[in-house]
């Protein structure tokens, strides 16, 4: 028994699993490698300037399944703008997604380039797995083209929504009320971030976040509760000093 189990362990890749023959499972809807890059998306376009843009030069040929928040669907599309999809040559599917019944179809990978609709060529085949689609992919003759998957964006830093932080629906974070923010005293949302204030009595410190307290109020640790207005201070201050005097 724990020898079955020590086999199974060790016949088993990445997402692989062994059917009840005990053979390898070659179905690609389970043997799938997953990519998991947003960049891929439609939406995006690459900033060529500065940033490295995706090249399939190197994949293995293999079956792959689009696991980003940006969508798991190549897009069939044929005019995606150069250096979308994180990439100079975007590739798209030229055709259609199968059905379940379809199983696993041929097709063809195109790169729109340089005014010709299906530049760049590979042969591809498509199997719709029920709730999402797997890909058996080839590599790129060259650099830069990559596989085209999904048309979402993550939301930009400081929002979130409820598609995992992806397009649409992206709404500013309110750091203050849901506790995720450093301010020691006082947290003031802003579209997109947040920035800190201190009580009366106090001033910011340069890190920001922390406050120090002015010289009015030096003994007093004075609570969110009690000083409120701009008067604080002083009403505080003309206490200690009739305590004192
Ligand atoms: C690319 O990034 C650089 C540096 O951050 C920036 O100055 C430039 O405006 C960006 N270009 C585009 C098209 O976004
Ligand atoms: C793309 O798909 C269309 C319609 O199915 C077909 O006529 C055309 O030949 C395809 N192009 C390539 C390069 O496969
Ligand atoms: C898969 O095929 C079914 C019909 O067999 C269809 O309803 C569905 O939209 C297809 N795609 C996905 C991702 O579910
Ligand atoms: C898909 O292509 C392969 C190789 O190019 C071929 O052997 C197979 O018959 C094709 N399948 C279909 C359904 O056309
Ligand atoms: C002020 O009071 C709070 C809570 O009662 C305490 O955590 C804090 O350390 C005090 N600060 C000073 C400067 O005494």
């Known amino acids: 028994m724990g020898l079955y189990y020590l086999l199974i362990l060790l016949l088993c890749p990445v997402n692989g699993v062994v059917n009840a023959y005990g053979a390898l499972d070659t179905d690609p809807c389970v043997t799938y490698t997953a990519i998991d890059e947003p960049k891929r998306s439609t939406a995006y376009r690459a900033n060529q300037t500065w940033e490295e843009l995706l090249c399939d030069e190197n994949l293995l040929s293999g079956w792959y399944r689009f696991v980003s928040g940006a969508g798991g669907e190549m897009p069939i599309n044929n005019d995606i ?13 030229n055709g259609t997604h199968p059905t379940v019944e379809d199983d696993v179809v041929n097709r063809t990978a195109c790169g729109n380039y340089l005014g010709s609709l299906c530049y760049q060529k590979y042969q591809m085949q498509v199997k719709n797995c029920s709730s999402y689609y797997v890909y058996f992919l080839i590599r790129t003759r060259g650099c830069s083209e990559a596989y085209c998957a999904g048309d979402e964006l993550e939301c930009q830093s400081g929002y979130v929504s409820p598609n995992g932080n992806f397009t649409p629906d992206c709404q500013d974070l309110d750091e203050c009320t849901r506790d995720v923010h450093s301010c020691h005293q006082i947290c003031v949302n802003t579209a997109g971030s947040y920035y800190c204030e201190c009580m009366d009595g106090y001033i910011l410190n340069t890190d920001g976040y922390s406050c120090s307290q002015t010289g009015a109020s030096t003994s007093a640790n004075v609570s969110d509760g009690i000083c409120k207005t701009h008067h604080c201070s002083l009403i505080l201050y003309f206490f200690i000093y009739n305590l004192i005097h």
């Open 81 to 93: 703008p150069a250096y979308h999809c994180g990439t100079h040559i975007p590739l798209y599917l």
